[in-house]
């Protein structure tokens, strides 16, 4: 049985993808930038020697939507691969480099607050040093 498990995970994780966002030079003085999707942050990108790259590879994987979150925790319970944890604010948050897109705490979400990752959702921020968000770009471009 055990077996059995371990293959199908290892099928899901060979589906998973990768979105490649291009979004040229931002010439702002921000603490960091962060990809996202519906509000939930699906990538930060820190300054390098104070200049932030031209472009971010974001994993596809499932992610979990703030404003429907009513932190029940029944996601944590269901994930197999334990990549939900809960953050300050009592959100759940999944870890999409652990997440193996198996969409167990999507079907179980009682918000249906889990979606799956879509490329067209991402929008670019800038955060400055009080952590107050700024849409840079609505839509990204998908290399
Ligand atoms: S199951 Fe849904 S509502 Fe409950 S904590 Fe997880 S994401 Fe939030
Ligand atoms: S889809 Fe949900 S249950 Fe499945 S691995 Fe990812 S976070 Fe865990």
């Given at each position: ?12 994780i060979?589906?998973a993808g ?83 897109n ?42």
């Amino acid at each position: 049985m055990k077996s059995i498990t371990m293959i199908l995970v290892f099928t899901v994780i060979a589906f998973a993808g990768v979105f490649s966002f291009n979004w040229g030079s931002i010439d702002v003085d921000f603490a960091a930038l962060e990809v996202q999707a519906k509000g939930a942050v699906v990538k930060t990108i820190e300054a390098e020697d104070g200049v932030f790259p031209e472009s971010a590879e974001v994993i596809e994987s499932y992610y979990v939507v703030p404003e429907g979150c009513i932190g029940c925790q029944i996601c944590i319970g269901q994930c197999p691969v334990e990549a939900i944890t809960m953050d300050d604010n009592n959100i759940a948050v999944i870890d999409p480099e652990i997440c193996i897109n198996c969409g167990i705490c999507a079907s179980g979400c009682p918000t249906s607050t889990i979606e799956l990752l879509d490329a067209d959702d991402c929008a670019l921020y800038g955060i400055d040093a009080e952590g107050n968000s700024e849409l840079l770009l609505e839509e990204l471009e998908e290399d």
